[in-house]
């Protein structure tokens, strides 16, 4: 499950970055980094009976550690 959210998120990225040219998301002078996303599905995975969510989320997380280090919210 966590290999599905790494590869799904990668897959997100290249789509992002490729396709859309979309490289930020900014709210304010803050960017936020897609592995706030993961976060947020990890907390809906407790709060729900939904572990595939639980593992998503951390899919996610661990896919932007690799390849953009351990952060979820930034000063632009």
């Given at each position: 499950?966590?290999?599905?959210?790494?590869?799904?998120?990668?897959?997100?990225?290249?789509?992002?970055?490729?396709?859309?040219?979309?490289?930020?998301?900014?709210?304010?002078?803050?960017?936020?980094?897609?592995?706030?996303?993961?976060?947020?599905?990890?907390?809906?995975?407790?709060?729900?009976?939904?572990?595939?969510?639980?593992?998503?989320?951390?899919?996610?997380?661990?896919?932007?550690t690799?390849?953009?280090?351990?952060?979820f919210?930034s000063?632009?």
């Amino acid at each position: 499950m966590i290999f599905l959210g790494y590869i799904g998120i990668s897959i997100f990225e290249f789509v992002a970055l490729n396709i859309f040219r979309k490289e930020k998301f900014l709210i304010s002078g803050y960017r936020l980094h897609h592995s706030l996303y993961g976060l947020l599905f990890i907390i809906i995975g407790f709060m729900l009976p939904a572990t595939f969510m639980i593992f998503l989320g951390c899919g996610i997380v661990l896919q932007h550690t690799v390849t953009d280090g351990f952060r979820f919210i930034s000063k632009e």
